[in-house]
């Protein structure tokens, strides 16, 4: 005998979630009775999916940077709790920012924070993580030493520094400064970073004073 097969969209709120799909091998057409039944399942499936995935962007959200896309604090906290010690971090913290902000306007700072989470993002391999700390600082989790750390690091660097940007930014953009360090055997994230900022302090004076 022929297939008989009903297909109901899943909406919930509005929104199309999906489509139910229900096939009978043989035999009589779905009466109606039947399509009520399904209609109702589908009406209740939909709910579903629709709340598990409203669940779901609700926590996506609460772990990432609304701006550039990267994880926050709270989504780099959670990584290094999940998952094994990255082998290096780097962090990278942007110049002038505070000035492009105070005297061109937050929308050219927002311009320059995206194009540096585009230039970190960039240099990622699968199964690493960046994270936008708040401000002008950024930090990636990075599965290679510290010394490769450092490359990947000056070509976000570099990026930052051929940026096309109007002359009334580029006057007050330093571009980035990073420092890496190889994470240490039973080393907390707290402690890790710690050593990584000073690093970055260090490397940035260097280049302020070669500047």
Not at 43 to 61: D, I, P, Q, S
Not at 114 to 119: K, N, T
Request: aromatic letters at 2%; glycine letters at 10%; zero cysteines.
């Amino acid at each position: 005998g022929s297939e008989q097969q009903l297909e109901l969209p899943l909406v919930a709120h509005g929104v199309l979630v999906g489509n139910l799909t229900v096939s009978r091998a043989e035999g009589e057409r779905f009466d109606e009775r039947e399509v009520g039944v399904l209609r109702a399942f589908g009406e209740l499936a939909a709910l579903a999916l629709y709340n598990a995935h409203v669940r779901a962007e609700l926590a996506r959200l609460a772990h990432t940077d609304p701006l550039t896309g990267l994880a926050n604090r709270r989504g780099l906290a959670r990584a290094l709790a999940a998952a094994a010690a990255p082998r290096s971090l780097l962090l990278l913290d942007l110049d002038g920012l505070k000035a492009v902000n105070d005297e061109v306007g937050y929308e050219a700072g927002d311009l320059i924070i995206r194009a540096a989470a585009g230039a970190l993002a960039a240099e990622l391999d699968e199964h690493e993580l960046a994270a936008r700390l708040g401000g002008d600082e950024f930090v990636a989790l990075l599965d290679s030493g510290e010394a490769r750390a450092l490359e990947r690091g000056a070509r976000v660097t570099r990026t930052l520094d051929e940026l096309a940007l109007p002359p009334a930014i580029r006057a007050r953009f330093r571009g980035g400064s990073v420092g890496a360090v190889a994470a240490l055997p039973g080393e907390d994230a707290d402690a890790l970073l710690r050593r990584a900022a000073s690093h970055m302090r260090e490397r940035k004076r260097t280049r302020r004073g070669r500047v």
